[in-house]
């Protein structure tokens, strides 16, 4: 079955970068596309980014200009870059498969001002 494995969370301070990586088993990952979300406490669930097979990518309003999702097929690993990382990123980090509609564990990223 397909899983996704999220790593790369943590505490990082206003203006730090994280890297956070998710990595699929299970399945042709050059064949899939995938997401990031996030989610705050007591918030809803935001979209951050998305990546499709041919390597074409979108953002949500809040990752623009500071967030970069890539992937390396040879890995089977997409990868978020965070930069100049504020208060309000703080929230658990989500991974999913677009084309199996699978979520990660998440990861917790936490950014103190």
């Known amino acids: 079955q397909v899983q996704l494995v999220e790593s790369g969370g943590g505490l990082v301070q206003t203006g730090g970068s994280l890297q956070l990586s998710c990595v699929e088993s299970?399945?042709?990952?050059?064949?899939?596309?995938f997401g990031w979300y996030r989610q705050a406490p007591g918030k809803q669930q935001e979209f951050v980014a998305s990546?499709?097979?041919?390597?074409?990518?979108q953002y949500g309003e809040s990752a623009k200009g500071r967030f970069t999702i890539s992937r390396d097929n040879a890995k089977n690993t997409v990868h978020l870059q965070m930069n100049n990382l504020k208060p309000e990123d703080t929230a658990v980090y989500y991974c999913?498969?677009?084309?199996?509609?699978?979520w990660g564990q998440g990861t917790q990223v936490t950014v103190s001002s």
């Open positions: 999913r498969s677009l084309g199996y509609l699978v």
């Open positions: 299970g399945t042709t990952f050059s064949g899939d596309t």
């Open positions: 990546i499709l097979t041919d390597g074409f990518t």
